[in-house]
């Protein structure tokens, strides 16, 4: 039997329709082949979550998210159906959760309970929210992006005012402590150039002194020999014996100045006696009216004349002023 080429085109696109809705329908979570057990879950937010999700126990893939449903028109919840491929028991009392990883599609996580009882298809599941990582890292760093971006806040205010600082008089004065301090670092170079500047000439000259001084280290040792020795000389004079002797000195002055302050020898009582110091005294002005009266009476003491002529004038009775010349030396 021979069959035709529109038959064979009909078979072929029933075939490949068929293959096409069930992919498109394994790619949703459905096994037409298989029966499946459907239960639900009732989240205020899903987040990334889309159809074909995968719901985990324990991180083991157990069914796919099927379907995703507004529960009323102000859409203040959703409603989940999960299609569990796997025959597990979940216990009653177990809660899901949206999870989700830093890379990769968000997925559904079911806490399994301590019940004995276990769900029928058809029941719903107890959820809560859940941050996940990315809400963790969200989290921690909100905070941290609110204080930068008040920092940023300030430093906008701060460098506004700076801004408002600059005004043309004192760009003017930054230019030229700029400028000056460009001539000043010129100048420095100057200073420090290795071949004209001046304290390369210093160094220069230290290293001749150098020389000089590494050319006479001979003559500097033998002078510091000649100090040691002089000053090993100058350590080993007996200087004891001197200050002993000065010791001595001191104490003979002592006992001396110790005489001349007592009463009973001679010049402590010359010294220290008003009585006799006031003869002594009577003695010289005498001796001294003396010698006034014979220079100016000569002829009372030596009595030659040849006619017998007798000098009547009286005797002197106080020195005569020695600012004047005695009469009869004119």
């Known amino acids: 039997m021979k069959i035709s080429n529109e038959t064979k085109v009909g078979i072929l696109t029933i075939t490949a329709l068929t293959i096409l809705i069930l992919g498109f329908n394994f790619l949703k979570g459905k096994d037409l082949f298989k029966k499946s057990k459907k239960i639900y879950a009732v989240f205020s937010d899903l987040g990334t979550l889309e159809k074909s999700n995968e719901v985990r126990i324990n991180g083991l893939p157990i069914g796919l998210v099927?379907?995703?449903?507004?529960?009323?028109?102000?859409?203040?919840?959703?409603?989940?159906?999960?299609?569990?491929?796997?025959?597990?028991?979940?216990?009653?009392?177990?809660?899901?959760?949206?999870?989700?990883?830093?890379?990769?599609?968000?997925?559904?996580v079911i806490e399994r309970g301590n019940s004995t009882k276990f769900m029928?298809?058809?029941d719903t599941l107890e959820t809560r929210i859940e941050n996940g990582i990315l809400g963790d890292v969200k989290a921690q760093l909100n905070p941290t992006l609110s204080r930068v971006r008040e920092v940023l806040d300030s430093l906008k205010g701060t460098l506004s005012g700076v801004n408002s600082l600059f005004n043309s008089e004192l760009r003017s004065n930054l230019s030229q402590t700029i400028a000056n301090l460009n001539r000043a670092s010129s100048s420095l170079n100057g200073l420090l150039d290795n071949q004209t500047g001046p304290l390369a000439k210093t160094l220069n000259n230290a290293s001749a002194i150098t020389e000089e001084l590494k050319k006479n280290t001979d003559n500097i040792n033998s002078t510091i020999t000649n100090a040691k020795l002089a000053s090993e000389k100058l350590a080993a004079l007996e200087i004891q014996p001197t200050i002993d002797s000065l010791k001595a000195m001191i104490?003979?002055?002592?006992?001396?100045?110790?005489?001349?302050?007592?009463?009973?020898?001679?010049?402590?009582?010359?010294?220290?006696?008003?009585?006799?110091?006031?003869?002594?005294?009577d003695a010289i002005l005498s001796a001294e009216i003396l010698m006034d009266d014979l220079r100016a009476n000569p002829k009372r003491y030596v009595n030659i004349s040849i006619f017998g002529r007798k000098d009547k004038t009286g005797p002197i009775t106080s020195p005569l002023p020695k600012d004047t010349v005695p009469p009869g030396n004119k």
Do not use: C, H, M, W
């Open 66 to 108: 099927y379907d995703k449903k507004e529960l009323d028109k102000n859409v203040s919840a959703i409603i989940i159906t999960i299609n569990l491929t796997r025959d597990v028991n979940i216990p009653i009392n177990s809660v899901a959760y949206i999870g989700s990883s830093l890379v990769g599609a968000s997925f559904i």
């Open 251 to 281: 104490s003979q002055l002592k006992a001396t100045a110790t005489k001349i302050s007592s009463k009973d020898g001679t010049l402590g009582a010359l010294i220290n006696d008003k009585t006799l110091y006031n003869k002594i005294n």
């Open 120 to 122: 029928e298809p058809g």
